[in-house]
């Protein structure tokens, strides 16, 4: 009997300590601003050239603050659209995004190129991807996101 309670003991030990292990993150969507002008681009498949639209639908984020730094989670939603004609065949694709990172006084300290790769499936016209970049801000920083129409190497 005392056995089983020593266990019962022990895991809700590991358990408790595996909670407070993970980072404790928070709201932080108003650190972050994705331009107009940046929120819908027109892009090309990569097989055989066709063009396929994408813009923002939605972006949101969560933090985690560090004594020097913030570590940002952003989950940014997207609409990926291609005319119906395209539609039979699957088509890879690769969408750029842009991220500025400013300071406390909104000066750029720095920015970071990233892309994502996806594929329409046969039949299908409309995706809705959910890309979950993770970047570090300066305290009191924010992030100012755009989509591109290329790949832009640093």
Do not use: W
Not at 93 to 104: Q, R, T
Not at 122 to 140: A, D, F, L, Q
Request: glycine share 6%; charged share 20%; with cysteine.
């Amino acid at each position: 009997m005392q056995t089983k309670s020593i266990m019962v003991m022990i895991l809700s030990l590991v358990l408790t300590s595996c909670e407070t292990v993970r980072p404790t993150l928070t709201d932080c969507s108003n650190q972050i601003t994705a331009i107009e002008e940046g929120s819908r681009v027109t892009l090309r498949t990569v097989e055989n050239g066709t063009s396929a639209e994408a813009r923002l639908n939605g972006v949101s984020a969560a933090c985690n603050v560090k004594t020097d730094f913030v570590v940002m989670h952003i989950n940014v939603g997207l609409k990926l659209v291609r005319s119906e004609n395209q539609a039979d065949e699957v088509a890879g694709l690769e969408v750029p995004l842009l991220i500025a990172i400013l300071d406390s006084n909104d000066e750029v300290t720095g920015y970071e190129s990233l892309s994502y790769k996806m594929n329409f499936r046969s039949g299908k016209e409309t995706m809705y991807p959910v890309i979950k970049p993770k970047t570090e801000i300066p305290i009191n920083g924010r992030v100012i996101l755009s989509l591109s129409p290329v790949v832009v190497k640093p």
